[in-house]
């Protein structure tokens, strides 16, 4: 159990893009791609840091 709460401020984070690229994407298409875009680019960034790799 204590590994759960070790993962969950990363589980949350994903949820919240999830939520925010769906909202994005009731919006308007092109709105939707670009800030999916923006969202896997920040979340490459922070798995790479997270397992020691190199960030740019």
Known sequence: MKQFFNFLPMILFIFGLIFINIACFLINLIVGLVVTGL??????????????????
């Open 39 to 56: 969202s896997l680019i920040v979340l490459a960034i922070l798995i790479g840091s997270a397992e020691g790799g190199v960030t740019p």
